[in-house]
């Protein structure tokens, strides 16, 4: 229904911008402005066929605003998509990239060994890892250890440590680097490591390290022997859909035994120094053994995108094997996918559960599939439960999420705001026994335009670790009653619907 009549505002827009041109270039005396005028006309034509083909025949997630800036600005807005909401180009841009390495290198032709397995999973997780197999090629591990790190606290001693034991090779791949004090840590233990004669290369995404990390800092890192390459630069920001598809990705590996991935960026605020926001709830992960292999693999493709250099010394790609203890599987999406990895993941663990889902997102503008998912679990007696921030870092984006709490909370899911704090962790846990970390928010753009990585738990002990967190982050959140909420004022009601209509393009 809301659908309908945002196309029936735009057709009403669209026209009564036309027609107010044609009788503009009609009414006035100056044969230069008419002539300019019945230009702008023409270019107007242009425009409403491309309205139509954006609406007809585009799969983009986010046409629905675009529809609306081509209908008020014709000319203007045909631009703007062109060079920033059309991602076709960068799409196809990004696949012929990876394309140049080859089928046996982008994808790890490994088997993990699964003789003698003792580990028995439900229908439902072998589901899940026979989905991930086909779309992330990625084989589910029962050699590898995981081990939770909750908030910057946990997480940069073990980073830090683990960059320290280094002997070969460090590979550190990050969305956000600052040259702050917890950053410049990070950054002396690598320069030890590299004096020392271990290979270490440090990738960071170009726009969220952008004004984050010193050129100074850079420079000392490319002094020390570090190879150093930023991700997808951008020189004209507003003028380059590139700004949509950005890595971020936040992954270490160690020798290929000791990896680290999850939520948890490198700065300040992570270990809650942040002025603005205090705590900082997140989490990451760590993992040993077989399944550190893959994000080798992942961040070496990452590598050859952003600098063309092939990694293909062997010894990265090392196996090690530990003790059994459930399955870990590594899935990864980006833009280059035309069947987005990681939301068809998370779809099928919301479909598949039989008793509870509980979610921790610091954004939840997910797409109609899975606000549908979330609703029929919820229907179906399921208990599902998301914790949001208490505490928005972008406000327009919070109004956003809480444009999609109305409908979740009529259908019986619990939502709560974690009280006073901004959480930045992505987890998901179903049925106690199944659940995805990594880097993956549940809104659209890390669904479809951002390169991301998530890393999949089947019956591991560390899942037990997350839902001891989340007991803790109920008890200090405030559940939202719906009663309460249909209460809020028009004025919320207004700017929560304003941010719907944009969501799929923050």
């Not at 926001?277 to 292999?293: C, N, Y």
């Not at 399921?382 to 109004?399: L, M, W």
């Not at 951002?450 to 997350?466: D, K």
Request: contains cysteine; aromatic residues 12%.
């Amino acid at each position: 229904m809301k659908r309908s009549i945002a196309l029936i505002v735009l057709s009403v827009i669209t026209v009564a911008v036309y027609c107010l041109s044609f009788y503009y270039s009609s009414a006035v005396d100056s044969v230069a402005i008419a002539t300019g005028s019945l230009i702008y006309i023409g270019l107007s034509v242009v425009s409403i066929l491309i309205w139509l083909i954006i609406f007809i025949y585009s799969d983009s997630k986010n046409k629905l605003p675009w529809l609306f800036v081509i209908a008020l600005f014709p000319v203007l807005g045909l631009v703007l998509y062109i060079m920033v909401g059309n991602g076709f180009r960068e799409t196809y841009r990004y696949r012929r990239r990876m394309k140049q390495l080859g089928d046996n290198y982008l994808v790890p032709v490994c088997q993990f060994d699964h003789s003698d397995i003792q580990t028995v999973l439900s229908d439902e997780a072998n589901r899940l890892i026979k989905l991930n197999k086909m779309t992330s090629q990625n084989d589910v591990s029962f050699r590898s250890k995981t081990r939770i790190l909750t908030n910057g606290e946990q997480k940069f001693p073990v980073l830090l440590e683990a960059i320290k034991n280094a002997q070969h090779f460090i590979f550190l791949e990050y969305y956000i680097f600052h040259s702050d004090e917890i950053g410049m840590r990070v950054v002396q233990a690598l320069i030890e490591r590299a004096q020392a004669g271990v290979e270490v290369r440090v990738l960071i995404d170009a726009m969220g390290s952008s004004r984050r990390m010193s050129k100074s800092t850079i420079l000392l890192m490319k002094r020390a022997g570090i190879k150093f390459a930023e991700f997808d630069p951008v020189w004209i920001p507003f003028l380059s859909n590139k700004i949509n598809h950005r890595n971020h990705r936040k992954i270490l590996v160690v020798d290929g035994k000791v990896a680290i991935t999850g939520g948890i960026n490198i700065g300040d605020e992570y270990i809650h120094r942040s002025v603005k926001f205090g705590f900082w709830r997140d989490t990451s992960i760590l993992i040993e053994g077989e399944a550190v292999h893959d994000l080798s693999v992942l961040f070496s493709g990452d590598w050859f995108f952003a600098t063309g250099e092939r990694l293909k010394n062997d010894g990265y790609y090392y196996f090690s094997k530990c003790e059994e203890d459930g399955g870990v599987q590594i899935v990864d999406s980006g833009p280059e996918s035309t069947i987005a990895p990681i939301k068809q993941t998370i779809f099928r663990m919301i479909m598949d559960a039989n008793q509870s889902i509980y979610i921790i997102t610091p954004y939840l503008i997910p797409d109609f599939d899975v606000i549908m998912a979330l609703k029929n679990a919820a229907l179906s007696g399921i208990d599902v439960r998301i914790i949001v921030p208490g505490r928005p870092d972008k406000k327009f984006v919070y109004y956003a999420t809480q444009s999609y709490f109305e409908s979740l909370l009529a259908v019986g899911v619990r939502i709560f705001t974690y009280n006073g704090v901004f959480c930045h962790a992505k987890v998901m846990v179903v049925d106690e026994q199944i659940a995805t970390v990594g880097t993956t928010n549940l809104d659209i753009r890390s669904f479809y335009l951002n390169f991301e990585v998530n890393v999949m738990l089947y019956g591991t002990t560390s899942i037990q670790s997350l839902l001891n967190d989340f007991n803790i982050d109920f008890s200090r959140s405030t559940e939202i009653i719906y009663e309460d909420w249909k209460k809020r004022s028009i004025k919320s009601r207004t700017l929560q619907s304003l941010a719907q209509l944009f969501s799929a393009v923050m």
